[in-house]
């Protein structure tokens, strides 16, 4: 009989993971790290569910049965699972489906026909989405790296977890470095879903006894939100506000994203301007034209400082939550400085 495992155990699961739905469903969001091994295509599926609907259950597994090809699933299962075989002994693997019925069920007797060892998750990824939900409303030991853009805070969490520190890059999960310009020139962003996936996983693989290090974020990266329950803990905790000069800012923004292609620039800022206002947004672009990027984007850090300042005075308690760093350079000593003062921050 096969085995079955509770979806809240999944977090420190060390299997290999089948995920036995659609293509469609699994390109949607998955479990991170899981296979995708689907026993359907997405038309297949849309047939088999069809049926079931409108004959029953035994017609749509008569129909399901015609595109159970055993021998080619085998296959497809082997080549995934090459990096985790050990020697003689029978791999383990994890399987799943939506809601752990009749899909998982086939492929799992399958493979324990074949010779894995097979475990099936209860309850399927429907059951891992509930646990994913419940993540978000825990408490967490969040230290906030702040600062006003070209602060350099993605760089500054590299080098904490260069230290040991805990932190998790709420911009690199999103896919989004966070402004208008975020998304010029990188892959198009994961589902919320896929997001709020990956974002659990790095939280309940954390150690909860220790800090975490996130950077201060609006609750919108791109398209994509941070959970609410989660980004409400973030605003109630102690923020290290990076104090660095304007021109500093300014050179490293400019670095970041002057090269960046020209229209697509004057695209991110028509996009902004009903907040940046009519004048600064022709200014801006008329600028942007010319090939002026320093006076451009001094332009646009005005408009970020002053969005970003609103958004840190909205908090509560804030001359509790804020602690503010003067800086003029991000470097070792700088980052052993935020440590120091991190030790005698207990804010909660």
């Known amino acids: ?126 059951a891992f989405r509930q646990e994913v939900l419940q993540v978000f409303d825990k408490p967490y030991n969040f230290r906030i790296v702040g600062g006003y853009t070209g602060s350099g805070k993605t760089d500054i969490l590299t080098e904490l977890h260069k230290r040991g520190e805990q932190i998790i890059d709420l911009e690199n999960l999103a896919g989004h470095r966070g402004s208008a310009f975020g998304g010029i020139d990188r892959p198009p962003q994961p589902t919320q879903e896929m997001f709020e996936n990956t974002l659990a996983q790095h939280l309940m693989q954390s150690n909860t006894a220790k800090h975490l290090w996130v950077e201060d974020e609006s609750q919108r990266i791109g398209v994509l939100n941070i959970p609410h329950n989660l980004w409400k803990t973030m605003r109630n905790s102690p923020v290290f506000f990076i104090d660095l000069p304007f021109h500093i800012r300014l050179k490293s923004i400019v670095t970041s994203y002057g090269n960046l292609n020209r229209g697509k620039l004057i695209e991110a800022v028509q996009r902004i301007q009903k907040r940046l206002g009519p004048l600064e947004t022709k200014i801006t672009i008329e600028y942007l034209q010319a090939g002026s990027i320093p006076e451009a984007f001094a332009m646009l850090l005005k408009y970020y400082d002053k969005f970003y300042l609103k958004g840190l005075h909205n908090r509560n308690n804030v001359e509790q939550q804020v602690q503010s760093i003067p800086c003029t350079n991000v470097n070792e000593e700088f980052i052993s400085q935020i440590l120091d003062i991190c030790k005698n921050v207990n804010y909660s």
């Open 1 to 126: 009989m096969l085995e079955r495992i509770s979806a809240h155990t999944i977090w420190n699961q060390p299997l290999p993971i089948l995920d036995v739905r659609s293509p469609g469903e699994y390109n949607h969001a998955h479990i991170p790290g899981a296979y995708s091994l689907p026993l359907f295509t997405d038309e297949e599926r849309a047939v088999v569910g069809t049926a079931y609907k409108r004959q029953g259950r035994q017609q749509a597994i008569f129909k399901a049965l015609g595109y159970f090809n055993m021998q080619e699933m085998v296959k497809q299962a082997d080549r995934l699972l090459v990096p985790h075989k050990r020697g003689d002994a029978p791999t383990e693997v994890l399987v799943h489906c939506w809601r752990g019925g009749m899909r998982s069920a086939a492929v799992a007797w399958l493979l324990e026909l074949y010779g894995y060892k097979v475990q099936v998750l209860e309850g399927g990824y429907k």
